[in-house]
């Protein structure tokens, strides 16, 4: 719901606050005061094109501020924190800057958002109807929308299984094409993964083999070599066993060591520590001098099974370039590859399954969508003749308003209805889309009518009308203001209008006045008691705001309204 609007430098509107309240508020004032650069203000906050001739002259730019209160779990809210902006304790703040040179900004909750958004925004907050604003409910989808929410529960219904059987014909139409299009693709893959899959079973590499192959291939290569270190390091540990002269070897050196200590560790504990690392230092290098030995014997050179280990070393480099850098990695992939190459040859089976689950959703999605078609043709009957009911009292009694139902052959989000409001203004003319079937004023008074028809099924919160009441005068006017009140009950309503008889319906009565001092012409809003409201209404119907038999009139009007909305 609107709090509160300012506007800055509009047309001629200086600087002007309307503060809003639930129901009905009506704005009135002398021709030429400013009331239209409300509306026009409204429009601008919302979304509207941006004018840079209805800059006031001599500003530097147009300024047009909002406060709303908004539902903190709503899709509005929901919106704007996507977009940036908070709320205030649950009220948004909107402002549209207009630059004489024709710049356009747009803030949403204290950020900078496009202008876009508030447009979007828009359908959700306020429903302007003015003769050159785009109407809301003259957009196809809107239309559908409200239609079928005038149509009750027992469309929702229907529209809820129809629309999860179209959002899962959508999903298994995709993947149907995908498969069926990517048929050559899907086959040239499968043939690339078996014949890596054949490629390595044929080598059938074991995990770390290719380490354990590197290290043998390192040792069968340097075999010659590895055995000469180990019997000439033997040999210095022990001596060499062929030659008959006495060896200085390591561990003869260390036994004589021990051997001069033995006598005398026992009169010095530091001395027998070192023995004690003599004695462990001997064992030690005897355990090595006997692997020494027993590794020397062991190694042999063998040129088959080197020849053996580097060609099997190359297979598995070979597999290791084209499927990984490790025999590990290139097992895992062929563990990956099976898991695809299943997928890819029961993607045949699938698309036969997928096939029949298709026709299976079509058939269920006609069989919804005529039921759709069925619904809504019994409550576009209701609707146009409900919404002719009011034209009639609205002064149109000869218009017809009719909702055509159009279906299609394609499926679409809410089944294949196309649905269009018509209206024929007088029995000769042919019924004809509402922007090209009535005038600005019958616009208006045929968009009211729709409006308290839809009322609780297009829950839009604010609803603004400007000269809706152009062309009529007595009863009719009365009827205007009663269901302008009417739609109130369920909807906060703004009304610009001329007529006292509507305006005395009002729950709240803005007045927008002019001063002129010769130089400059401003405009300003001021809120209205009872005596204002009586004095308004006195100069609306006689024009003269002191006139007694005007004042009688108004006080007449306000009693019948207040009655009336009782």
Do not use: C
């Amino acid at each position: 719901m609107l709090e509160e609007v300012r506007i800055q430098g509009l047309g001629v509107i200086d600087d002007a606050v309307l503060e809003l309240s639930p129901g009905f508020t009506v704005v009135t004032g002398e021709t030429g005061a400013g009331k239209t650069m409300v509306v026009t203000g409204l429009g601008l906050l919302f979304g509207g094109r941006a004018d840079p001739q209805r800059v006031r002259p001599g500003a530097d730019r147009a300024v047009v501020e909002g406060r709303l209160r908004v539902a903190p779990d709503g899709r509005v809210a929901e919106r704007v924190a996507e977009a940036g902006g908070d709320l205030d304790e649950d009220v948004l703040i909107l402002t549209r800057t207009v630059s004489a040179e024709g710049r356009s900004r747009a803030t949403l909750g204290g950020r900078s958002a496009p202008v876009s958004l508030l447009a979007y925004l828009a359908d959700d907050l306020v429903a302007v109807h003015g003769q050159s604003d785009q109407q809301r409910l003259l957009r196809p989808e809107r239309q559908r929308a409200a239609l079928d929410r005038y149509a009750g529960e027992e469309l929702a219904k229907v529209a809820s299984a129809y629309s999860a059987a179209y959002r899962r014909h959508r999903e298994v139409a995709d993947t149907l094409e995908e498969l069926t299009t990517r048929a050559r693709e899907r086959a040239q893959e499968a043939d690339l993964l078996r014949f890596g899959l054949e490629e390595i079973a044929a080598a059938d590499p074991k995990s770390g083999e290719d380490e354990e192959l590197l290290a043998e291939e390192s040792r069968l290569g340097h075999a010659d070599a590895l055995r000469i270190g180990a019997t000439t390091a033997h040999e210095a540990l022990v001596g060499d066993p062929a030659v008959a002269e006495v060896q200085a070897d390591v561990i003869s050196l260390l036994a004589a060591a021990r051997q001069a200590l033995a006598g005398v560790r026992e009169h010095d504990a530091d001395l027998a520590a070192v023995a004690d690392r003599l004695d462990e230092a001997s064992y030690i290098l005897s355990d090595a001098a006997t692997e020494l030995a027993s590794y020397a014997e062991s190694v042999e050179a063998d040129p088959a099974r080197l020849a053996a280990v580097q060609e099997r070393r190359a297979l598995l480099t070979q597999l290791a370039r084209k499927y990984g850098e490790t025999t590990a990695d290139v097992l895992a992939w062929a563990e990956n590859a099976a898991k695809r190459l299943a997928e890819l040859d029961g993607d045949d089976e699938r698309i036969d399954a997928l096939r029949v689950e298709e026709t299976e959703l079509r058939e269920a999605m006609t069989g919804l969508a005529d039921r759709l078609t069925e619904i809504r043709t019994r409550a576009a009957e209701r609707f146009g003749a409900a919404v002719t009911e009011e034209l009639t009292a609205l002064a149109m009694p000869h218009a017809r308003v009719s909702v055509r139902v159009t279906t299609g052959e394609e499926f679409g989000q809410h089944g294949r209805d196309d649905i269009e409001l018509l209206l024929a203004p007088h029995p000769s003319a042919p019924p004809l889309p509402l922007n090209k079937g009535a005038s600005g004023g019958e616009l208006s008074r045929v968009m009211l009518a729709i409006e308290v028809v839809f009322a609780g099924a297009d829950p839009v919160p604010t609803f603004v009308f400007d000269e809706v009441d152009a062309g009529v005068g007595g009863k009719a006017a009365v009827e205007i203001g009663r269901r302008l009140a009417r739609l109130a009950r369920r909807a906060q309503v703004i009304v610009v209008t001329h007529l006292p008889q509507v305006a005395a319906f009002a729950d709240a009565h803005l007045l927008v006045e002019k001063s002129n001092d010769g130089m400059v012409t401003e405009s300003g809003v001021t809120r209205l008691d009872r005596q204002g409201r009586v004095r308004e209404l006195s100069r609306m119907l006689a024009g003269m705001e002191d006139s007694e038999l005007g004042r009688a009139h108004a006080e007449e009007l306000l009693t019948i309204a207040a009655a009336d909305r009782d």
